[in-house]
């Protein structure tokens, strides 16, 4: 699906999640700089300017996959593709009057075997791949997930050895006012072609420019909460459960993460994925955050006749 197909299937789904009566209880932050030609009269690129999205709503919307063949069939040999929509918003109106920063879940069970970190006799039980560039080619050196024994340790941010070569943030070398990673946790790194992938839609603060910023590589997120997901508990990875293939966030777990976002433009990611012309630039920025809240089931909203 292309970043503006997604947008526009967050737009409905908002509008149809608005009516819960606990939905949207949550606490987070999502606080940086942000370029947005068209924002303010006579902004540029070289104009930053302090964001603060400061959400009041969160919502997590999970889509089931349905079964391979034969039906009823979902195992780990043919597991599901669950796919979960995290949003923060500064309100709780439409995604289409709003500051909206959405993470998109493509695969649930992919980010719950990165976050619990199962090893088998040694060996991964995650998927190993890297990082995807817009077009479609892998990026070297950069896997889409560092387990928790490669992320800097609490000893003044060095990292633990192999973490630089495995693409960990150090949280020694965070820049002044962003967030470090945890020890402890797993991170996952941000593309727009990969398994978690994230946009901010500040389409209350600049509704003149209409522009959706994406999450690029340099982005992560790091689950502390991923429903039933992690299993910090049990600190030999080999003792970890196998996780089922129908892994799903279910409605009461808590979600909780920080994240770190290197922002582009939504049109020139596009336009590289299609390899079709490439578009001036129009936003750009960063973010650090946090979110915390439980997958709350909300009720319809009414339509009027």
């Known amino acids: 699906m292309s970043g503006r197909g997604f947008v526009a299937v967050l737009f409905m789904m908002g509008a149809l999640g608005a009516g819960g009566c606990t939905v949207g209880d949550g606490s987070g932050s999502a606080v940086g700089m942000l370029q947005d030609v068209g924002c303010n009269s006579g902004d540029t690129l070289d104009t930053q300017r302090p964001f603060s999205l400061n959400p009041t709503f969160f919502a997590g919307e999970?889509?089931?996959?349905?079964?391979?063949s034969p039906p009823g069939n979902c195992s780990t040999n043919s597991p599901h593709m669950n796919r979960l929509l995290i949003r923060m918003q500064r309100t709780g109106n439409g995604t289409e009057v709003n500051d909206t920063l959405y993470f998109d879940v493509i695969n649930s069970l992919k980010v719950a075997q990165c976050v619990r970190g199962r090893t088998v006799n040694g060996a991964p039980d995650w998927d190993t791949r890297v990082l995807t560039a817009a077009d479609g080619s892998p990026i070297p050196g950069i896997p889409w997930c560092v387990p928790a024994t490669a992320v800097a340790g609490a000893d003044?941010?060095?990292?633990?050895?192999?973490?630089?070569?495995?693409g960990a943030p150090d949280a020694g070398a965070a820049p002044a006012g962003s967030i470090a990673p945890m020890p402890g946790?797993?991170?996952?790194?941000?593309?727009?072609?990969?398994f978690v992938q994230a946009q901010l839609a500040p389409l209350y603060t600049c509704v003149e420019a209409r522009s959706v910023g994406v999450a690029l590589p340099g982005s992560w997120i790091q689950f502390q909460s991923f429903g039933s997901a992690i299993q910090n508990n049990i600190t030999n990875p080999d003792d970890r459960t196998q996780l089922n293939g129908d892994f799903k966030v279910d409605f009461g777990q808590r979600l909780q993460a920080s994240f770190h976002l290197v922002l582009g433009d939504?049109?020139?990611e596009y336009a590289m994925k299609t390899r079709s012309v490439v578009p001036d630039q129009r936003i750009s920025g960063s973010l650090d955050g946090t979110f915390d809240f439980d997958l709350d089931r909300g009720r319809a909203a009414q339509p009027f006749p």
């Open 185 to 194: 946790y797993a991170i996952i790194n941000l593309s727009t072609q990969d």
């Open 156 to 166: 003044g941010g060095a990292p633990d050895a192999g973490a630089a070569d495995a």
């Open 266 to 268: 939504q049109a020139v």
């Open 62 to 68: 999970p889509i089931e996959d349905v079964c391979p």
